[in-house]
């Protein structure tokens, strides 16, 4: 009797063992189609989104058969300020710091692609973050820069020591401080064009075509110039349109240009992009104690140029990027031109499934 009693019991234990069992199994198995499924949705997704970015004419344009990337690349980046007075004698203030270097690792998937980059040489900027994304039809750029070291002036026009125009000035200026952010889109009509092949890297370009361009952008500028801190010579004789404290604006600006890619050679190509803008400035002008508010509208340029060669697995090359933002009133005005050489080799990996 005791041993049909251990009997059941033990047939009881095993029964909800592995009921429990078949339970945790069952929960790991929805568990893992579910991730499965989720798995497959995300893919669709990003071949939908990568379908509609670079939706263009294959007889043209060759799209990217590899879903990785990684691009060792070397930057040369400029900053360049010219301050001029318009009224009281021209007089003009060019300000730049040195070139900076850079030599960044970079990964992509697809279009998207980040990189960690080692500052060679140079005083560092407290912040300086510039990059852009294209795909075949869109070109997105982004940038925030702060500074208040490094600068340099470099020339002078309207000043003079000992009766004769000062020349070759080339001298540490620590009175200027930047904070600028923005960003531009841009779009590209023509199909048969690509904005990857010639700056994204992540499609190919097949044979040479160009495309009418338009877009939109945001730019925040703040520049504040301490003319206290230059020489007394120069500071004796600054007119009153440069003995301002801080310059800020909030620019609003639409552009159309156009862009052509030109395959002059298998796998080679080069590319050109020029885009003027009008602008509309919403600024504060702080001239010593008193502050000037003003809408004004003024003209930009954004340009782009590329070299290289891609033959779908292997890419190097070389591109170049520049902003130019000019602001104008009747007594100051200031050119802003900043931008970026970069020099890459790259390799493509795992190949898409279609």
């Known amino acids: 009797m005791r041993s049909i009693k251990n009997y059941i019991s033990k047939t ?3 029964i909800i063992a592995l009921t429990l069992t078949m339970q945790a199994t069952a929960q790991e198995g929805k568990q ?3 991730l499965y499924k989720l798995k497959g949705a995300a893919i669709k997704t990003a071949d939908f989104i990568d379908y509609v970015l670079n939706d263009s004419d294959t007889a043209y344009v060759a799209r990217n058969l590899y879903n990785l990337t990684v691009m060792p690349q070397y930057s040369l980046g ?4 010219s301050l001029s007075s318009l009224t009281d004698g021209k007089q003009s203030v060019e300000i730049a710091p040195d070139c900076r270097n850079k030599l960044t690792l970079n990964v992509g998937w697809r279009w998207i692609i980040v990189g960690y980059g080692i500052n060679l040489n140079g005083k560092k900027p407290q912040f300086d973050f510039n990059t852009s994304l294209y795909s075949a039809r869109f070109g997105l750029d982004l940038f925030y820069r702060k500074n208040n070291a490094g600068y340099k002036i470099r020339e002078l026009d309207g000043f003079h020591k000992e009766g004769a125009p000062l020349q070759n000035y080339n001298k540490e200026f620590d009175g200027i401080s930047i904070r600028q952010m923005g960003i531009g889109l841009c779009y590209a009509f023509n199909k048969r064009f690509s904005y990857a092949a010639a ?15 338009l877009g939109a952008g945001y730019n925040r500028q703040q520049l504040t110039f301490d003319h206290e801190m230059l020489e007394t010579p120069i ?5 009153s349109a440069l003995k301002f404290k801080e310059v800020e604006y909030n620019d609003i600006s639409l552009n159309l240009g156009y862009t052509y890619n030109w395959v002059f050679a298998k796998n080679f190509l080069a590319g050109l992009s020029v885009t003027p803008a009008v602008s509309c400035k919403f600024e504060t002008n702080r001239l010593m104690e008193s502050e ?3 809408a004004d509208i003024n003209f930009d340029l954004t340009a782009r140029a590329a070299l290289l060669y891609n033959n779908g697995r292997y890419y190097t090359g070389a591109s170049f990027v520049s902003h130019t933002f000019n602001y104008k009133k009747e007594q100051l005005s200031m050119l802003d031109s900043f931008g970026i050489l970069e020099v890459y080799v790259g390799y493509n990996f795992w190949r898409r499934k279609r």
């Open 12 to 14: 009881i234990v095993a």
């Open 32 to 34: 893992a189609s579910f």
């Open 78 to 81: 400029y900053e360049y300020y």
């Open 199 to 213: 700056y994204g890297q992540s499609t190919r370009q097949r044979r040479s075509a160009g495309s009418l361009i």
């Open 235 to 239: 500071a004796q004789q600054l007119n």
């Open 292 to 294: 000037k508010r003003k």
